[in-house]
T-cell receptor, first 120, second 115 residues
């Protein structure tokens, strides 16, 4: 399994500012993702963090608002830019580990503890 | 598009079995997962099942998959108060060999276990 840590665990920010969330995985993983979980809701995928290249964003999310970096196989950052109260949410880092054996492949996806963001 | 549905709430007494149900629409799903989220915490991977299986057992957890009806269930035997949490069903879709497939989550089932 992969153990994922995130920093900060929570923050309260002012409107118009930006916050960068860090994600560290304890082992090399094939893929890393960022999700948002709004209060009382399920998880929505923001983007796939690609090592050494631009992230792949889902519909409704753009790079200017959510710039993402992934400089190596175990670390990624998500920035929430020019924040508004609507950005108040839990942001979760996720990593997928793939093991291949012959033609068989096992995918398991793990999540970090989340960063609880409140924008005033 | 793909969709995953779950009932929103389940209440059981300690010691009883809990069954959480999930239906999905994408017949090309490759893996189906169950995650547990306790209050204020991230998601903990409980178990997963590959789409060519119909049952998987892991200690108190039993996962049943009915591919024909696109129905997945999680049974928790001897439910304890510590099992109280939100349980999310999730599926992957997308070409199996592409190396890139995303998770689609249900809205989660809140399980409340009373003493």
């Amino acid at each position: 399994s992969a153990v994922i840590s995130q920093k900060p665990s929570r923050d309260i920010c002012q409107r118009g500012t930006s916050l960068t969330i860090q994600c560290q995985v304890d082992s090399q993983v094939t893929m890393m993702f960022w999700y948002r979980q709004q209060p009382g809701q399920s998880l929505t995928l923001i983007a796939t963090a690609n090592q050494g290249s631009e992230a792949t964003y889902e519909s409704g999310f753009v790079i200017d608002k959510f710039p993402i970096s992934r400089p190596n196989l175990t670390f990624s950052t998500l920035t929430v830019s020019n924040m508004s109260p609507e950005d108040s949410s839990i942001y979760l880092c996720s990593a997928r580990s793939t093991r291949a054996s012959g033609t068989a492949r096992t995918d398991t996806q793990y999540f970090g503890p989340g960063t609880r963001l409140t924008v005033l | 598009g793909e969709d995953v549905e779950q009932s929103l709430f389940l209440s059981v007494r300690e010691g009883d079995s809990s069954v959480i149900n999930c239906t999905y629409t994408d017949s090309s799903s490759t893996y189906l997962y169950w995650y547990k989220q306790e209050p204020g915490a991230g998601l903990q991977l409980l178990t997963y099942i590959f789409s060519n299986m119909d049952m998987k057992q892991d200690q108190r957890l039993t996962v049943l998959l009915n591919k024909k009806d696109k129905h997945l269930s999680l049974r928790i035997a001897d439910t304890q108060t510590g099992d109280s949490a939100i349980y999310f069903c999730a599926e992957t879709f997308g070409p199996f060999n592409s190396g890139y497939s995303t998770l689609t989550f249900g809205k989660g089932t809140m399980l409340l276990v009373s003493p």
